[in-house]
């Protein structure tokens, strides 16, 4: 897409592709969602989107997705990829970035259908997004969180290799919720990073991540 060339950025990893999602990945979305995204006694969310009604939350989904690309701007953004695997959307990787241009740091947050978990893709779409902050765009930090009671999430994060980073307290649907921090730097992600992650598309995007030409590629 010409004026929006953030549709033709891929990233492929072994098993999946990431990529925004078009009007098919978002309905195959919806679907993931209204299937479940975790067992419906925990809530592992900061923002508790997997409470709507079951015949809201999928349309729901697809608004906010519009809303992320809308208020998209170089110095303020959310990229949500859809995360495909054997042609399916199966779930969202995000990575945002405030200000990125000057502080070189990204943050992340991702869901994936209850019945795609507990086979690895939730390591391997995380390091997709790391490849492209660290490799891509030139982070030089990625900072991300998760509940106490999310020890998949948590497993995630350490395995690829996040310090602790501190802690946060907040309420969740009427209950306390502390959430734990980390964070990762440039030197941390070279010692933990995935291979098999090809980046396509990106040149023609970098002035959406508040970037020249030649300020990604750093490797």
Same mark, same amino acid.
């Given at each position: 897409?010409?004026?929006?060339?953030?549709? %033709?950025?891929?990233? #492929? +990893?072994?098993?999946?592709?990431?990529?925004?999602? %078009?009007?098919? =990945?978002?309905? =195959?979305?919806?679907?993931?969602?209204?299937?479940?995204?975790?067992?419906? $006694?925990?809530?592992?969310?900061?923002?508790?989107?997997?409470?709507?009604?079951?015949? @809201?939350?999928?349309?729901?989904?697809?608004?906010?997705?519009?809303?992320?690309?809308?208020?998209?701007?170089?110095?303020?953004?959310?990229?949500?990829?859809?995360?495909?695997?054997?042609?399916?959307? &199966?779930? &969202?990787?995000?990575?945002?970035?405030?200000?990125?241009?000057?502080?070189?740091?990204?943050?992340?947050?991702?869901? &994936?259908?209850?019945?795609?978990?507990?086979?690895?893709?939730?390591?391997?779409?995380?390091?997709?997004? *790391?490849?492209?902050?660290?490799?891509?765009?030139?982070? #030089?930090?990625?900072?991300?969180?998760?509940? +106490? $009671?999310?020890?998949?999430?948590?497993?995630?994060? #350490?395995?690829?290799?996040?310090?602790?980073? %501190?802690? +946060?307290?907040?309420?969740? *649907?009427?209950?306390?919720? @502390? @959430?734990?921090?980390?964070?990762?730097?440039?030197? %941390?992600?070279?010692?933990?990073?995935?291979?098999?992650?090809? &980046?396509?598309?990106?040149?023609?995007?970098?002035?959406?991540?508040?970037?020249?030409?030649? $300020?990604?590629?750093?490797?």
């Amino acid at each position: 897409m010409k004026h929006w060339p953030l549709f %033709g950025l891929r990233l #492929r +990893t072994p098993r999946l592709e990431l990529r925004l999602p %078009g009007p098919k =990945e978002l309905d =195959e979305l919806a679907d993931a969602a209204v299937d479940g995204v975790h067992p419906p $006694d925990e809530m592992p969310f900061a923002f508790p989107w997997t409470h709507a009604p079951r015949e @809201e939350l999928g349309g729901r989904l697809v608004q906010h997705q519009w809303k992320m690309l809308a208020e998209w701007t170089p110095e303020n953004w959310n990229l949500p990829l859809a995360v495909v695997h054997d042609g399916r959307a &199966i779930g &969202i990787q995000e990575l945002m970035g405030r200000d990125f241009a000057v502080v070189r740091e990204v943050s992340s947050g991702s869901w &994936i259908g209850l019945r795609h978990q507990g086979r690895g893709l939730g390591t391997e779409m995380r390091a997709a997004v *790391l490849e492209l902050a660290f490799t891509g765009l030139g982070a #030089r930090f990625a900072t991300t969180g998760a509940h +106490t $009671d999310n020890p998949s999430s948590l497993g995630v994060t #350490r395995k690829l290799g996040y310090r602790p980073n %501190g802690t +946060t307290r907040s309420a969740v *649907l009427g209950r306390p919720v @502390e @959430e734990l921090r980390f964070v990762l730097d440039r030197e %941390g992600w070279l010692g933990h990073r995935r291979t098999g992650v090809a &980046i396509e598309g990106l040149e023609p995007c970098l002035r959406f991540f508040g970037l020249g030409a030649g $300020d990604g590629q750093s490797r």
